[in-house]
T-cell receptor, first 114, second 112 residues
Framework: DTGVSQNPRHKITKRGQNVTFRCDPI?????LYWYRQTLGQGPEFLTY????????KSRLLSDRFSAERPKGSFSTLEIQRTEQGDSAMYLC????????????FGSGTRLTVV | GEDVEQSLFLSVREGDSSVINCTYT??????LYWYKQEPGAGLQLLTY?????DMKQDQRLTVLLNKKDKHLSLRIADTQTGDSAIYFC????????????FGTGTRLKVLA
C-alpha cells in the first residue's frame, strides 16, 4: 500500500492557462474523490468516481473544470482558462467500495494562479 | 442544510487534555469522522464513529457523540507537541452520497 499519490505537488501558472493534475489512488480502492481546500477552510467536495463512472459533481465544478478516470485507476483534474480564484489546494482521496470507514487522502496539489 | 461548525483555535499545554468540538446539522448522518492535517499535507483519518454509538475510545483519542444536540467532540489525552495541527470533523449526510461535509477546522497549538 503506497498511499494516494498526487502530482505535481505545486503548480504556478499564469491566468488563462490550462492545468492538469493527476491522482493515483490506492490500487484496491475503487472510489476516488476530488476536493478543493482554500486557506482557512475545510475541504469542499468537487466530484466523485466509482471505478470509471463519475457519479456526482458539485456545483463548484464550473464548466472550466473536468475530471476523468478513464480506466478506473488514476484520475486527472483539468482546469481550463485558470482564474486567480482557482488558487487552492486540490486534494484527491480514495476509499473502498464497501463500508464508510474513511478516506485516504493524498498530499494534495497546491495551485497558484498569478 | 449541510453545515459543520467548529471553533477556530485551541491552545493547550503539553500533557494536558485537549477537547475539540464540532456541531453538525444533518441529524440523519450515520458516520462522523475526525481528520488531522499538518502543514502542507493532506488529511489523515484519526477515527470515526457510527451514529448508534455514544462514545469511542482509541488509545489517547476519545470521541463523544450527542445525537440529540448534534454535537461531536474529540478528546486528546496527554497532548503532545506533535499533536499540533488542524483538526477537521466531517459527516456523510445519508442522502445516497459518499461525499463528506467538512467543518472549517480547529487549529490546535500545543505549548511546551
Amino acid at each position: 500500500d503506497t498511499g494516494v499519490s498526487q502530482n505535481p505537488r505545486h503548480k504556478i501558472t499564469k491566468r488563462g492557462q490550462n492545468v492538469t493534475f493527476r491522482c493515483d489512488p490506492i490500487s484496491e480502492h475503487n472510489r476516488l474523490y476530488w476536493y478543493r481546500q482554500t486557506l482557512g477552510q475545510g475541504p469542499e467536495f468537487l466530484t466523485y468516481f466509482q471505478n470509471e463512472a463519475q457519479l456526482e459533481k458539485s456545483r463548484l465544478l464550473s464548466d472550466r473544470f473536468s475530471a476523468e478516470r478513464p480506466k478506473g485507476s488514476f484520475s486527472t483534474l483539468e482546469i481550463q482558462r485558470t482564474e486567480q480564484g482557482d488558487s487552492a489546494m486540490y486534494l484527491c482521496a480514495s476509499s473502498r467500495r464497501t463500508g464508510n470507514y474513511g478516506y485516504t487522502f493524498g498530499s494534495g496539489t497546491r495551485l497558484t494562479v498569478v | 442544510g449541510e453545515d459543520v461548525e467548529q471553533s477556530l483555535f485551541l491552545s493547550v499545554r503539553e500533557g494536558d487534555s485537549s477537547v475539540i468540538n464540532c456541531t453538525y446539522t444533518d441529524s440523519s448522518s450515520t458516520y462522523l469522522y475526525w481528520y488531522k492535517q499538518e502543514p502542507g499535507a493532506g488529511l489523515q483519518l484519526l477515527t470515526y464513529i457510527f451514529s448508534n454509538m455514544d462514545m469511542k475510545q482509541d488509545q489517547r483519542l476519545t470521541v463523544l457523540l450527542n445525537k440529540k444536540d448534534k454535537h461531536l467532540s474529540l478528546r486528546i489525552a496527554d497532548t503532545q507537541t506533535g499533536d499540533s495541527a488542524i483538526y477537521f470533523c466531517a459527516e456523510i449526510p445519508t442522502s445516497g452520497t459518499y461525499k463528506y461535509i467538512f467543518g472549517t477546522g480547529t487549529r490546535l497549538k500545543v505549548l511546551a
